[in-house]
């Protein structure tokens, strides 16, 4: 397997970068009816996490100090979920944003609906990119769990 710090810090990074995009897509949804001051509070919000997962910053630093226990390394349900949640986090957004396309189609097809249309397509490239993004996280965590064993003793 590969090294269990490593996959700690990349799932720990990927949950904090995807909760960043997800109140991104609420704070510049330009449907939704949050005041605007909430929207610069989420904008703000956003910008504390982006800068605190960046090396040397205060998530990553407590992230790092996190990963280094005995009980991280010797953990075998941190694999399991490790490539669980992005695959469910990219086929969750990927089956919403197939279902926005039949959305979208009846839209389309009838003047009777109250749906707006950008406001459906808004909601297709959200879940597109949330689900992309997933599978980038699955990438990157199982390009983790397959590199070869550290020269680490202590490092299972």
Do not use: K
Not at 112 to 125: A, Q, W
């Amino acid at each position: 397997m590969g090294n269990a710090d490593v996959v700690y810090r990349r799932m720990a990074t990927g949950v904090v970068l995807l909760l960043s995009l997800t109140l991104g897509f609420e704070a510049l949804n330009p449907h939704s009816e949050i005041a605007p001051a909430t929207r610069v509070i989420l904008l703000v919000v956003i910008v504390f996490i982006v800068v605190g997962i960046l090396p040397g910053s205060y998530i990553q630093r407590r992230i790092q100090v996190a990963s280094q226990t005995e009980a991280v390394r010797r953990s075998r349900l941190l694999r399991i979920v490790a490539v669980l949640t992005p695959f469910l986090g990219a086929a969750g957004p990927a089956l919403v944003a197939l279902s926005e396309y039949s959305t979208l189609s009846f839209v389309d097809n009838t003047y009777l609906s109250g749906l707006d249309r950008g406001e459906v397509m808004f909601n297709i490239i959200r879940f597109w990119t949330q689900s992309g993004t997933s599978l980038v996280w699955l990438v990157v965590i199982v390009a983790a769990l397959t590199r070869g064993r550290s020269e680490d003793p202590r490092i299972s």
